[in-house]
């Protein structure tokens, strides 16, 4: 069961700076999940997205997706002060307390619902708060300290900024806006696996049971291999839909086809330099992947 440490009152380190709470957010993952959610918005309109309605929606699920870090940061923060790539954040270095962050993460959170059941609609709203719970409560409490297939199930939270951008748009949830979740849930676990791979140690440390700590290397790089053929072939299926053309296509057999490679080389002849690059690589290729979903969009209309 796991304990949330006690509330805290001071710092233990004096000289806490806003970058402090910035970094809480996880600054670079969530740029990552709000430009997928603003792609979705462009994919949703069929012209240009009203700038008030764009930027509305934008600061909203930046709010509350940084809010839900937070209380990851909150929540894990004796997990992260036992493993080198976390120990630096915050909580496990006394620059904030844990009643900071709590407060922090609530009014990020609660603002940002406000922003969005006031400013988009209540839809936008509701499926922010279930992401929300989602990841910061059912991933983050249950499922990544008793299952290694947290990553995988968990996905699902993750998967949700272009479904949050598309409602934001449409106030519906369509087919398109689906097939955009599949590709981020597809993607996410030989994504996070590939860190796991080189961070083995780290998590094991940690008591965490990641895949490659309770199933080995090679299982784990078989399952990096096999999630992104499924990847791959979830990667195409808004080219046979009809959502994008030609373009679109183009992008996705390049990208798919280089992700492809990393995972052979990484079950063929494996070293946590490949895995690295592996990891990074990902990171490009859901970026670009729905950046070409996007220039495709324009150039069809």
Request: with cysteine.
């Amino acid at each position: 069961m796991i304990k949330f440490p006690p509330m805290q009152f001071t710092p233990t380190l004096t000289g806490f700076r806003p970058r402090h709470f910035l970094s809480l957010t996880k600054p670079r993952v969530l740029s990552l999940i709000v430009f997928c959610a603003v792609i979705g918005m462009f994919l949703a309109a069929p012209g240009m997205v009203p700038p008030k309605l764009l930027l509305a929606a934008t600061v909203g699920i930046w709010l509350v997706a940084g809010a839900a870090a937070a209380m990851n940061c909150l929540v894990e923060q004796r997990i992260d002060a036992l493993m080198a790539r976390t120990r630096g954040r915050p909580l496990p270095r006394g620059e904030l307390t844990s009643l900071q962050t709590l407060v922090f993460a609530g009014a990020m959170g609660g603002a940002g619902l406000w922003v969005l059941h006031e400013f988009v609609n209540p839809l936008t709203m509701w499926l922010t708060f279930g992401t929300f719970i989602g990841y910061a409560v059912v991933y983050t409490v249950l499922l990544k300290p008793m299952t290694p297939q947290n990553i995988v199930i968990g996905g699902a939270s993750g998967a949700m900024p272009p479904v949050l951008g598309w409602a934001a748009v449409t106030g519906n949830v369509a087919p398109e806006a689906l097939l955009l979740f599949l590709i981020i849930f597809a993607w996410t676990p030989p994504h996070f696996w590939a860190l796991a791979l080189y961070r083995t140690e780290d998590f094991a440390k940690a008591g965490l049971p990641m895949l490659p700590v309770t199933h080995g290397h090679r299982f784990t790089r078989l399952y990096v291999l096999l999630y992104t053929l499924i990847l791959f072939a979830s990667a195409l299926l808004p080219f046979a839909y009809g959502m994008s053309g030609w373009i679109y296509l183009a992008a996705a057999l390049t990208l798919n086809c280089l992700f492809l490679s990393y995972a052979v080389r990484l079950y063929v002849s494996y070293n946590d330099a490949l895995a690295r690059r592996t990891f990074r690589y990902s990171i490009v290729y859901l970026a670009a992947l729905f950046a070409a979903l996007l220039v495709d969009h324009y150039f069809s209309i």
